[in-house]
């Protein structure tokens, strides 16, 4: 079981940059990929990137390429994700997601709560 709790949203200007982290408990942080999805109101939630267990292998939508960052720190049982140049676009609530497989669909085992993320124009 991995409990995960996602942190640091809040409103920012079109422009600007916010930090993201999420935190594991749990057994073996470092088994897992971690992802982060994002999901706007009325649209499906959609891959933003993931980083596989060792943090050596890391992957972006191209949407966000250039501008968010995915790292992790296996000591500390975190994942963070910062995110820069922030456009209206990116407005949504992100997820944070562990899977034992560093995929793009979705189909990951376990779920933080989420974290709103709002760029004003």
């Known amino acids: 079981q991995v409990q995960l709790v996602e942190s640091g949203g809040g409103l920012v200007q079109a422009g600007g940059s916010l930090r993201l982290s999420c935190a594991a408990s749990?057994?073996?942080?470092?088994?897992?990929?971690m992802g982060w999805f994002r999901q706007a109101p009325g649209k499906e939630r959609e891959f933003v990137a993931v980083?596989?267990?060792?943090?050596?292998?890391?992957r972006y939508a191209d949407s966000v390429k250039g501008r968010f960052t995915i790292s992790r720190d296996n000591a500390k049982n975190t994942v963070t994700l910062q995110m820069n140049s922030l456009k209206p676009e990116d407005t949504a609530v992100y997820y944070c997601?562990?899977?034992?497989?560093?995929?793009?669909?979705?189909?990951?085992?376990?779920w933080g709560q989420g974290t709103q993320v709002t760029v004003s124009s």
């Open positions: 980083i596989n267990w060792s943090g050596g292998s890391t």
């Open positions: 749990g057994r073996s942080f470092s088994s897992y990929a």
């Open positions: 997601a562990a899977s034992l497989v560093a995929g793009t669909n979705g189909e990951y085992g376990y």
